[in-house]
């Protein structure tokens, strides 16, 4: 991945922005907040009694409204909204389920017939591959958003994430994952969910926290670029795999076909730092989600910003490259946006900031940076709310 930054005025615009109650966010691909502060914003929200998000348009996981695997501009909207719209968009989960007879697997594991079953059942009978060969995820999408022009950014403001059915599915399989050679048989493990405790268990004993959140969020590749597979990420955006883009996160895409179109998918309802199966407890979810179009801001990279942290996300299919590129952006960005030296700069993210593997599944690979904003004790980043 290109480690190439805007240049120190635009960063410093972008900055200011925030600093004057817009949202401050982070070069490259940064993501997500903290899991305890998520739960914090939810909790609160709770007691506080608001009302659920109304969306303007419902995006329903009918096949006419999936895309089997990749991106691209000539690819048909299947909805149009405008600047600032609230989308509710459902997304399904395939693992586990074949396409030659998608009924047995629930049948098998007698699981419910219900909504998401059967919009999973219909969209194997009737959405095609890509005709060129291209694999990768069942998408949502694309969205078409009115206003956004190449060179915009689009926020897209994580409001709810909302589990559809009361199982997961994680599989382990040969040749796939981390450890392709060490499998021998396929499986696949069904997570029964305890809302009330907020786990998935598919064994007495285990208990996995649920945590939600989208796989896939990605605008269209320009024009240039043609159709592209959907399971390596890139600057669009796409399979990030990156589990802290939970509720309350916002995404800054970098625009760059009219229209954005954005499209979503890979939905899970939890996942440890580096997917090393190859896939998380992979749920059928519905995101709700807020569109803006930025005419002031023009960022090259996906970026985001959340309560807590800034995070800088390194792509490469090397792992080490990947970590060096979440490096020089953490590093750039302290010094670009927050004023610090190089040399300062990278003394704060070798004292304070926390570098994970996010994903070594996904042929291109990822690490990221953690960056405590608590941690500049003479700044202040507002957010937005509700």
């Known amino acids: 991945m290109s480690t190439d930054n805007p240049d120190q005025n635009q960063r410093r615009t972008f900055l200011k922005n925030a600093a004057k109650g817009s949202i401050a966010v982070l070069s490259l691909s940064s993501i997500a907040t903290s899991a305890m502060a998520i739960d914090e914003v939810i909790h609160h929200k709770k007691t506080t009694g608001s009302a659920p998000v109304k969306p303007d348009h419902v ?13 691209g501009a000539d690819v048909p909207p299947v909805a149009k909204v405008k600047d600032g719209d609230v989308v509710e968009i459902q997304t399904i989960n395939t693992t ?5 007879d998608p009924e047995a697997f629930f049948k098998d594991n007698n699981l ?11 969209i194997y009978k009737n959405v095609k591959p890509e005709p060129s060969g291209l694999t990768g995820h069942m998408l949502t999408g694309p969205i078409y958003i009115e206003g956004a022009e190449p060179g915009d950014t689009l926020e897209v403001r994580i409001l709810d994430i909302v589990l559809r059915s009361g199982y997961g599915v994680n599989a382990v399989w040969p040749k796939g994952g981390d450890l392709p050679d060490a499998v021998t048989t396929r499986e696949n493990f069904v997570y029964k969910y305890d809302t009330k405790k907020h786990i998935a268990s598919f064994k007495n004993g285990i208990e996995i926290p649920i945590k939600p959140f989208m796989g896939v969020m990605a605008v269209s590749p320009g024009p240039e670029k043609g159709r592209v597979s959907s399971i390596p990420p890139g600057p669009y955006g796409g399979n990030m795999d990156l589990k802290h883009l939970v509720k309350g996160t916002t995404l800054y895409l970098p625009v760059s076909t009219k229209g954005a179109l954005f499209t979503t998918g890979d939905c899970h309802a939890g996942q ?11 749920a059928s979810l519905t995101l709700i989600a807020k569109f803006i179009v930025r005419k002031d801001i023009h960022v090259t990279h996906v970026r985001a910003e959340t309560p807590t942290h800034f995070i800088a996300l390194g792509l490469d299919p090397d792992l080490g490259i990947a970590m060096k590129n979440a490096a020089t952006q953490a590093t750039s960005f302290i010094k670009d946006e927050l004023g610090y030296t190089f040399n ?32 500049f004790t003479n700044k202040k980043f507002e957010y937005w709310k509700g």
């Open 59 to 71: 995006i329903r996981s009918i096949p006419e409204n999936m895309v089997w695997g990749y991106y």
């Open 272 to 282: 440890g730092n580096g997917e090393i199966s190859g896939v998380a407890i992979e």
């Open 112 to 122: 419910p017939l219900d909504e998401q079953a059967k919009d999973i059942i219909e």
């Open 96 to 100: 586990g389920i074949t396409r030659k």
């Open 344 to 375: 300062e700069a990278l003394s704060i993210c070798s004292t304070g900031v926390d570098f994970e593997v996010t994903q070594v599944v996904d042929k291109t690979l990822g690490a990221h940076a953690m960056i405590p904003k608590s941690i």
